[in-house]
């Protein structure tokens, strides 16, 4: 045998070195290992209330401190319009409520009769003006003598004199009373959010104002409704469940201020809002039934959250006779949603013009109870748990407190096994890539996984490319664990873009008064939704190519040494219905690849299929309000398919191959 020198030994160990660096990745999807189930709740919502998600966003009221109750010591987004000569002043008065929910209007003094005198709502962030569209204003006013002035209603340029649209309203009486008008705009106008709501007159006299509303068209027309932008959007993502009233809105700050879904029930009159846990108060117009209504509209099934006595500030309610109320209470809340005409809360759903009863599959009791360091979440889940499988033993109950290494720590299950655990992820792009195979390993003798709340946290106000790379490598490793991580919902769903509108940076969907967009987000979370068969499809990979952490990356990774992970992620799910394969890859890295693609057991495959890609140039590119569309996803027809092919997946790219196999 011929000795070898050490440079010889390192030339080899080179060459050979050279040899398995260029081999090129391969992928291989095993068809005949498609046995499990693809959760058919895999994508969903989640939503509450912050950066005016609701109020100033998808709820489409349009006047904001409508019941006046934003500020006690004075009409916050509320002015007095004095013109040609009108001179007048309001302020607060609690000595003439409209009812005992609406104790404080707004006072109006007109001082004389020249010109016109009244008062003028800014909105949330200004009054959308859209050409050829019909607003629904209303209120409930009162006049000290009863031969008042007729009042004029008005949308109105804030930067110049144009009205846009008006009508006239006579009062009757001085008692309190409600007006409703219709303002109709023309064609040809430019759309702007430079405008403001005008309600005056010329008369010299008191005035009284509450419940002063706006709408624009709404949803499916609803009454009460929301926008129909993004209702859009959120429909292009097929979500299979909405989990709602939210996180910390469930709990507010104080027992006080927790989600008083009672208090959210029929007429906007009976509503008189509350303080939200996000600096604002909310006005509750997206209510209990509303939140169903969202569900129905887009055909979704609601998942709902029951206050379970923690709150935010830490305080909370020991097990016992001190919880019951709250129990009891979540008792009612099903009834509300679930029973027929004949049960008392069945019928209070009835008679607020919903006689039918939504379907309800799943409770979750609380909202990230980990965070609850008196160790009273156990002892609270199993009174709730015990009292909602008495009276309903078909519902699914889900624990806030659960994960390996989420959110908190699984409680010890010793008394009530919940039926899901609800897990939460925040973290940075990196993060999410390194752990993209978290679930593979979960044991499936445990509860199922809810991940209730979970993004990758770059960009502002939207996220960026970047983090849509981290979503779409994470969403990867839940699709391929599907049977076990059954639901899923990125958080927050919106922010309004507006100065001062975010209090969370990297959220899902973006908007102003006039318009909304997605994130590359978005258009990952939609692709994964909309992409997606009933059957896990194995899929094994060889050559995967690795990628290093910058040394200045700042994350929770930070201080440890970097270590390789994979810039290819990659899952497959098949419709059994209509054959149709759907592989999932991701290329996180700046570099393109060519991935070897073997489709082992395949019968027949057609030569034909369709790429959708959604990349950008850099991975710090995003969407904004001005560009709404710089990344989007883009679908092509591909040819030359077989059962062994081979594809370029570009750098920074999130693709879905879609092949028809037999």
């Known amino acids: 045998m011929k000795k ?93 409520p409209l009812n005992p929910a609406l104790t404080t209007s707004l006072r109006l003094e007109v001082e004389n009769d020249s010109g016109s005198t009244g008062i003028a709502n800014e909105g949330y962030w200004g009054i959308p003006v859209k050409p050829q569209t019909t607003y629904k204003a209303s209120f409930y006013a009162r006049a ?82 929301n926008r129909t932008d993004i209702m859009d959007l959120l429909a292009g993502m097929k979500p299979a469940f909405l989990r709602f009233p939210g996180g910390n809105y469930l709990e507010g700050d104080l027992f006080a201020t927790r989600f008083p879904w009672k208090n959210t029930l029929g007429g906007l009159e009976n509503r008189p809002g509350h303080q939200g846990p996000w600096g604002y108060r909310s006005s509750d117009g997206l209510g209990l039934l509303e939140f169903l209504e969202w569900c129905e509209d887009l055909k979704m099934e609601p998942l709902l959250a029951v206050y379970a006595g923690y709150t935010l500030k830490g305080d909370h309610m020991e097990a016992g006779p001190f919880l019951k109320p709250f129990v009891d209470e979540a008792l009612e ?45 156990e002892a609270r889940y199993t009174q709730f748990c015990d009292a909602i499988r ?11 407190v659960g994960g390996k290494d989420g959110l908190g720590s699984r409680f010890k299950v010793t008394t009530r096994r919940p039926d899901v655990f609800d897990e939460h992820y925040y973290r940075t792009a990196w993060e999410m890539e390194e752990d993209a195979s978290h679930y593979d390993n979960y044991d499936r003798k445990d509860p199922k996984i809810f991940v209730g709340e979970w993004a990758t946290r770059e960009g502002f106000p939207t996220t960026n490319m970047n983090a849509a790379l981290g979503d779409a490598a994470w969403m990867t490793g839940m699709e391929r664990n599907s049977d076990h991580v059954i639901m899923s919902c990125y958080a927050p769903l919106f922010v309004n873009v507006n100065p001062g509108g975010m209090q969370w940076k990297s959220d899902l969907i973006g908007y102003n008064a006039l318009n909304s967009y997605g994130s590359p987000s978005y258009y990952a979370q939609k692709m994964f ?47 059994t219905q209509t054959g149709v394969l759907y592989l999932k890859v991701v290329n996180a890295s700046d570099k393109a690849q060519t991935v070897a693609i073997d489709l082992a057991g395949a019968g027949k495959v057609a030569g034909e299929g369709t790429l959708t890609v959604l990349k950008s140039s850099k991975p710090e590119d995003t969407n904004t309000i001005e560009e709404p569309k710089k990344i989007i996803p883009v679908n092509r027809k591909i040819k030359g398919l077989s059962k062994m092919f081979s594809r370029v997946f570009e750098p920074y790219s999130i693709s879905v191959l879609q092949l028809q196999i037999k």
């Open 4 to 96: 070898l020198t050490l440079p010889s030994l390192v030339f080899g160990c080179l060459f050979m070195f050279k040899g398995l660096e260029a081999q090129n990745p391969k992928l291989t999807v095993n068809l005949n290992k498609a046995t499990a189930n693809v959760s058919p709740k895999l994508y969903g919502l989640m939503t509450e209330e912050i950066n005016y998600s609701y109020d100033g966003g998808l709820y489409a009221e349009l006047v904001r401190n409508r019941v006046f109750k934003d500020n006690p010591r004075e009409p916050e987004h509320w002015t007095v319009v004095e013109k040609t000569g009108g001179k007048g002043s309001i302020k607060l008065d609690n000595s003439t």
């Open 144 to 225: 000290a003598t009863e031969n008042a002035a007729p009042l004029t209603v008005s949308i109105e340029s804030t930067t110049g004199p144009a009205t846009y649209a008006a009508a006239p309203v006579t009062l009757s009486g001085h008692g309190w009373k409600k007006y409703e008008v219709t303002l109709q705009t023309k064609a040809g106008i430019q759309p702007t959010a430079a405008a403001r709501l005008v309600i005056s007159t010329s008369k010299k006299g008191t005035y009284w104002f509450n419940l002063v509303s706006l709408f624009p068209p709404t949803y499916h027309n609803r009454a009460n409704g």
């Open 333 to 377: 809340e099903i009834e509300y949603v679930t029973g027929d005409v004949n049960t008392k809360w069945g019928a209070e759903r009835a008679k607020d013009g919903h006689p039918a009863p939504f379907k309800l599959t799943y409770i979750e009791i609380g909202n990230e109870d980990g965070f609850d360091r008196s160790g009273s979440y």
């Open 529 to 575: 939704s909309t992409y997606l068969g009933d059957k896990i499809v194995t899929v094994t990979g060889e050559n995967i190519p690795t990628q290093t952490r910058s040394p200045n990356k700042k994350d929770s990774t930070a201080g440890r040494m970097p270590k390789p992970i994979p810039s290819l992620f990659y899952v497959a799910t098949r419709n």
């Open 390 to 400: 008495a009276k309903y033993p078909q519902l699914q109950l889900i624990s806030t």
